[in-house]
Nanobody, 123 residues
Framework: QVQLVESGGGLVQAGGSLRLSCVAS????????MGWFRQAPGKEREYIAA????????YYADSVKGRFTISRENAKNTVYLQMNSLKPEDTAVYYC????????????????WGQGTQVTVSS
């Protein structure tokens, strides 16, 4: 059974930073691709970042590129999302996801999600 638990959300002023963490109870975490999604009120879930098992492949949505950094620490079964220069439009519930990234595919195939952590950016 896969369990993903996010933490690190909160309230921050525009221009500030937050670091989200996601601890995954996956037997083969070091072989799993990990990603982050977010969903703002009234909007569809947005795929914003992903990292392959070996960190050699990384994806960012245009909306966060240059401001957010995804990383992972396989020894701790943890993936991070460092968020800098936050904007009010970054306000959303942020979800961690786990899946497989097959070589040659443009993005991972995610099969598990966490419960989410709220990020609120005030103007």
């Amino acid at each position: 059974q896969v369990q993903l638990v996010e933490s690190g959300g909160g309230l921050v002023q525009a221009g500030g930073s937050l670091r989200l963490s996601c601890v995954a109870s996956i037997r083969a975490f070091n072989m799993a691709a990990m990603g982050w999604f977010r969903q703002a009120p009234g909007k569809e879930r947005e795929y914003i970042a992903a990292i392959s098992w070996d960190a050699h492949s990384i994806y960012y949505a245009d909306s966060v590129k240059g401001r957010f950094t995804i990383s992972r620490e396989n020894a701790k079964n943890t993936v991070y999302l460092q968020m800098n220069s936050l904007k009010p439009e970054d306000t959303a519930v942020y979800y961690c996801a786990a899946g497989l990234w097959v070589a040659g595919d443009s993005s991972p195939d995610f099969g598990a999600w966490g419960q989410g952590t709220q990020v609120t950016v005030s103007s």
